[in-house]
């Protein structure tokens, strides 16, 4: 079963958004075939410059809205816009704020991310953040030697996601799409092979994802990108790196991104602070 029309989500926040993405997955896994719901996470967003460009795209591919926005202009913003583009919205914050400051006549600070308290651990995760953004998709090989953790996979593999997420509990991580095509940069054989991981999923699996991909793009359905030849194919060149380079690999299929952090957490980056 799939679902007949895709469904995205998109979480804006103006400090990390953590809060709002767990309550967003908290409420999909109550559904069957919820990794097909495409979740994206807008965090920092400060400004009615960055917020603009997202509520647009957010009227263009029907997305549902969840913010915690704590500025009051630019909750105003957001609730002006969603109604009148009858986008469905979700204030995760600031109801309640309002509720608490009519019962008892405080007034709330206002502050951005103040539920994050401004210690170590919170600048290393804002660091860890920043690192994932800069060297996701190969864009950058130098990243690899600074990583704890570098991810492979071909295409539609979550690698992106599996980086963020991790990025949000502070450990800097960096992934790279496998392209037989694509040369490898010489660096990634410096890696050490505890700090590198695959994941894979069956042919099937990723052709699935591939083709909803190119369904939501608007492109032509018989791409090469969701060739099952053409994915076998990968899938086999991706086998014979993994293989050289003696790195573990995790079969991500039916797997939510959660379930693939924690076991990444468990069985490798924790294992190598210890």
Do not use: W
């Not at 405080?106 to 920043?130: C, S, V, W």
């Not at 996979?153 to 949000?168: D, E, Q, Y």
């Amino acid at each position: 079963m799939t679902l007949k029309k895709p469904l995205n989500i998109f979480v804006i926040s103006d400090s990390i958004g953590e809060t709002a993405r767990r309550a967003v997955r908290a409420a999909l896994v109550q559904f069957s075939y919820h990794d097909e719901i495409n979740v994206q996470q807008f965090p920092f967003i400060t400004h009615v410059d960055a917020l603009l460009p997202i509520l647009e795209d957010a009227k263009k591919e029907q997305a549902i809205v969840v913010t915690t926005l704590i500025s009051n202009g630019l909750n105003q913003f957001c609730v002006d816009f969603t109604r009148h583009n009858q986008i469905q919205h979700f204030d995760y914050l600031n109801g309640l704020v309002q509720t608490i400051e009519d019962r008892t006549n405080l007034k709330p600070a206002n502050h951005a991310g103040a539920l994050h308290t401004m210690d170590q651990d919170y600048f290393d995760r804002i660091e860890a953040i920043e690192f994932a953004v800069k060297y996701d998709d190969g864009k950058n090989p130098a990243g690899l030697l600074k990583a704890d953790l570098v991810i492979l996979g071909v295409s539609r593999t979550s690698k992106t996601p599996l980086s963020i997420f991790l990025a949000n509990k502070a450990h800097k991580v960096t992934n790279l799409p496998i392209v037989p095509e694509v040369n490898l940069p010489k660096v990634l054989y410096e890696v050490p092979r505890d700090r590198i991981v695959g994941l894979y999923a069956s042919p099937e699996y990723i052709r699935r994802i591939r083709s909803e991909r190119i369904r939501m793009m608007g492109l032509k359905s018989d791409s090469s990108y969701n060739n099952l030849d053409r994915i076998r194919y990968e899938l086999n060149y991706f086998n014979d790196l993994v293989a050289q380079l003696r790195a573990p690999v995790i079969n991500i299929e039916n797997k939510s991104v959660e379930e693939t952090a924690q076991y990444i957490e468990e069985t490798i980056l924790n294992k190598k602070q210890d």
